[in-house]
């Protein structure tokens, strides 16, 4: 199995990198946290440019997938910079549609999530709220063999992530029923799941950056506390935790790609390695810079505030290794 990108794959981050450190991500964050979704939605049409979006989509559809491993690469760049908004639902959203057999939704929906003139919500069985419904032009619920789509919302609640907005769907329209839906919806979770901890992944390794950045510049008796072996200790435990994490989420990427009916497990494990390391990188960052991420002036915090939110969305450590020991 091969785990090293290609020169297209690596570009490819590289342009997204670019593009999102050069938009101001941070204040598009905080701008979201507030109900005030321009900034977001300008962001998001950038993205679209980039073909993010049509990753997720079927040719027949306009787009370019569903391309898994593309998409892994990019949500970790999204990731990276804390970018605000229901990407992972939009994308799950995609697949669950392209898997239900249902044209109607499929024609009318698949080709506006390609090109980004759609946001997407998905909320999947058992789930009492949706994601950014508030931003959404529609969210799709499903509960048991049953989908509906709704525009209505319930008020938004506090987040322990203030860019993760929150609300319950309120009520809507059938769309289907039957075991199509079922199963859409468990390839979908399987979708969200990898993308969530694409997205965890990025974030882990900004947060180390960071946190690597300030230990060698803020100096304590007189040299740098990056020259202290118990930094250095914290600092590689956290680096080992991302690096063992990668190369699942890239195996759990194939194995969708692939459509091996033993994804689910893979992905599964994936989500617990890339979110594990992702907290462990927010406790060392808040740890190392003298809990400044505590408060939410310093841009450290819009990171470190995402990573526990991400480590429990789409299934939490429990639910996910329950997962991998079902098979």
Known sequence: MRFLLTDEQREFARTLDGMLGAFGTPA?????????????????????????????VPEAYGGLGPLPL?????????????????????????AFLDRLG?????????????SGDAIVGLCADGAPF????????????????TVCRTEAHGPVQPSLDPARRLSRPLGGTVLTRGPAV??????????????TAAQALGLGRALLDETVGHVKRRTQFAVPIGSFQAVQHRLADTLLALEFAQPLVHAAALALARDAAGAGPDIAAAKVAAGEACHTAAR???????????????DLSLRIRKARPLRDAWGTPSECRARVLAG
């Open 28 to 56: 598009v964050v905080r701008a979201w946290a507030a109900g005030e979704h321009k900034p977001g939605r300008d962001l998001w049409a950038r993205l679209a440019e980039t073909g993010v979006f049509a990753l997720a």
């Open 70 to 94: 593309e998409l892994a690469v990019a949500y970790t760049e999204l990731g990276r910079h804390a970018v605000p908004g229901p990407l992972v639902e939009t994308a799950a959203a995609a």
């Open 102 to 114: 249902e044209t109607g939704a499929a024609d009318a929906w698949l080709p506006r999530i390609a």
């Open 130 to 145: 949706a994601l950014d419904a508030d931003a959404a032009d529609a969210v799709f619920v499903v509960r048991g063999d």
């Open 182 to 195: 079922t199963a859409a919806a468990t390839y979908a979770t399987d979708t969200a799941r990898l993308l």
């Open 284 to 298: 060392t960052a808040l740890q190392l810079h003298g809990a400044l991420g505590y408060t939410d002036e310093p």
